[in-house]
């Protein structure tokens, strides 16, 4: 659990692991949200905002994957006609 | 002051990655016979949904990745219990509470102790750690979704 080790290395309550970094892959995960890569760049938005929007965009993807599993399960039930349709919609892209 | 590690690389493999072995898992199900047998929908749906995310992590470079490997893991051990992602079920009660102390720092842990229920392995991350894997994770995910609705456009009956 090397984590755990060094978390607790620099607990001064904080978890001071160089907040110079955390803020740096902050940034970074915010412009891979969709929600929040549009912000306006004077308003800078807090990290936990950011942390709370990456839960909810996961979740979204998780049911997406969800979604598209049960579509794909129907649409290869029938097989013959989905084993050429599988290769060509991919050749396709 | 802050220690250049080396910079954050969040760069994904092309979507052909993704595609080429999703479709392996997939023909693999299918030699299996699950899409000729009768089987109960949910069986099937959570097959896919499996080999989806399995494909997913073999894509994004198998056990280089903490997240790809605690996947892969996890997939490895419940080859016949299919299970979603177990969630810790904390309810989430101690959420916002309306204290007057709102201390951006707790904040910020909160959310990533919800993180770190969403991210697979993110309980054994230090938070930088976990903010890293997150983005790569986001990535890998967006891919994965891109490619199964490929599929399913082109599946679909036009």
Redesign the interface.
């Known amino acids: 659990m090397s984590g755990r080790r060094s978390r607790s290395r620099q607990s001064s309550g904080t978890s001071r692991i160089s907040e110079e970094q955390i803020n740096d892959l902050i940034i970074k995960l915010q412009q891979l949200l969709p929600e929040l890569r549009d912000s306006r760049r004077s308003d800078k938005v807090s990290a936990a905002r950011v942390l709370q929007e990456t839960c909810n965009y996961i979740r979204n993807l998780h049911r997406e994957v969800d979604d598209l599993s049960e579509r794909l399960s129907e649409l290869l039930a029938n097989t013959d006609t989905a084993q050429a349709a599988l290769i060509r919609s991919l050749l396709t892209q | 002051?802050?220690?250049a590690?080396k910079p954050?690389n969040?760069d994904v493999p092309e979507?052909?990655v993704f595609?080429l072995h999703f479709?392996q898992s997939?023909s693999n199900l299918?030699r299996q016979n699950t899409?000729?047998s009768p089987e109960k929908?949910n069986d099937?749906?959570?097959k896919?949904?499996k080999a989806?995310?399995v494909s997913m992590a073999r894509a994004a470079g198998g056990t280089s990745r903490l997240w790809s490997r605690a996947l892969l893991r996890r997939a490895a051990k419940e080859t016949n219990k299919v299970v979603r992602?177990s969630r810790r079920k904390k309810r989430v009660t101690w959420l916002r509470r309306r204290s007057n102390r709102r201390d951006?720092?707790e904040?910020?842990?909160?959310?990533?102790e919800?993180?770190r229920n969403?991210?697979p392995g993110g309980g054994?991350?230090?938070?930088?750690?976990l903010?890293?894997e997150?983005?790569y994770?986001?990535?890998c995910?967006?891919m994965?979704?891109k490619v199964?609705?490929?599929?399913?456009?082109?599946?679909?009956p036009k």
């Open positions: 002051m802050a220690s590690d954050i969040t979507k052909d595609a479709l997939l299918r899409f000729n929908t099937r749906v959570k896919i949904k989806a995310y992602f951006p720092v904040e910020e842990e909160k959310e990533a919800r993180l969403l991210v054994a991350m230090e938070t930088s750690k903010i890293e997150t983005a994770y986001i990535k995910l967006s994965q979704v199964m609705q490929c599929l399913v456009d082109g599946l679909s």
